[in-house]
């Protein structure tokens, strides 16, 4: 099953709903209309039947933690689709989950080898192959399907990275890989975006990235839950700016494994349902790879076979912060005291 989150206006304002994407159809079934009208069939009052389908449908990632059920109740829904559904051309995506956390990680040699070569101009680091490391980010600033994503004006580089974002479907701590697989609920398109001179400047601070990273995240378009999915391995992916075709691409070559880079994820912290884990970018997935980078106005279109194309529009204009440091005095100059 593919799931997605969509807005819709309300009376009170903007509504976001959990559904289910029909790509072949040209449908999405909002799901918690739909299961309350499945339920009333059964013989469920009105007033009942949305009080249930709320509490299991109001919320992504709340659904996600009721585990198994959630799926089961999502197909359940599926025999009113025909009576709350939506064209799937005319709705407004939002990111298909808001993750209690985003965890990016770093596992493709081909990425690594070209990130390094091209922006830090050194080799990789030996501790990228002593462990799957990953950051985390900033969950204010998740953008899905059709957003527009800002271009701060304080960068000259800004940059897409085509991932697989591992969508965790229950709790658990201190996994073993394979244990760790077993957590995922499915998975979703992972955009990191990146600017790529602000990374440079922020990195020699040592305490991960900022700014360059957290200015936005793409999530989506949908999931597709892990029962569809053979394996992750293999899957094509092509990233396309301005209907260009920039570079194809693959799942493969990793340095870790899906599952130990989840497992690595659940040690000591632990996981929850909902989060987002990054795959790390595929090889040739990013603009910096390729020497190239994003422009204002720039539509990125990136796909993954099993899921989809998450599609955005860069800003037309860049947006400028309130405020911005002033660099101080560095007390380290040759000659100072």
């Known amino acids: 099953m593919k799931l997605g989150r969509i807005a819709v206006t309300s009376p009170d304002g903007e509504q976001i709903r959990v559904v289910a994407v029909e790509p072949d159809a040209g449908r999405v079934i909002d799901l918690k209309k739909a299961f309350a009208l499945s339920l009333q069939r059964r013989g469920a009052t009105v007033d009942g039947s949305r009080h249930v389908a709320h509490a299991l449908f109001g919320d992504m990632t709340q659904g996600i933690a009721t585990g198994d059920f959630f799926l089961d109740a999502a197909h359940d829904a599926l025999v009113a689709a025909d009576d709350a559904s939506f064209d799937i051309d005319e709705v407004s995506w939002r990111a298909a989950i808001k993750p209690p956390v985003i965890r990016d990680a770093l596992t493709f040699n081909g990425h690594i080898k070209n990130f390094f070569g091209n922006v830090m101009k050194s080799k990789p680091t030996r501790a990228v192959y002593e462990r799957p490391g990953y950051f985390k980010g900033t969950t204010s600033t998740i953008y899905g399907h059709g957003e527009t994503i800002p271009y701060p ?185």
């Open 153 to 337: 004006a304080f960068s000259a580089q800004l940059d897409y990275e085509l991932e697989i974002g591992y969508v965790i479907g229950k709790p658990g701590r201190n996994l073993t890989p394979d244990q760790a697989w077993g957590k995922v609920f499915g998975i979703t398109i992972f955009n990191d975006w990146s600017l790529r001179d602000v990374q440079k400047l922020e990195s020699p601070i040592g305490m991960g990235a900022q700014h360059s990273k957290d200015f936005a995240y793409g999530i989506g378009p949908w999931i597709t839950t892990i029962d569809e999915i053979e394996s992750v391995i293999g899957l094509k992916g092509q990233v396309r700016v301005n209907g260009e075709v920039w570079s194809d691409t693959k799942v493969d070559d990793f340095i870790w494994t899906p599952g130990e880079t989840v497992a690595y994820a659940s040690e000591l912290n632990g996981l929850q349902a909902g989060d987002v884990i990054g795959s790390g970018t595929m090889a040739f997935g990013a603009g910096v790879e390729l020497g190239r980078f994003v422009a204002p106005g720039d539509v990125v279109e990136l796909e993954l076979e099993g899921v989809g194309t998450l599609r955005n529009q860069i800003a037309a204009e860049k947006e400028s912060p309130a405020w911005w440091p002033t660099p101080q005095p560095y007390p380290f100059e040759e000659g100072q005291a």
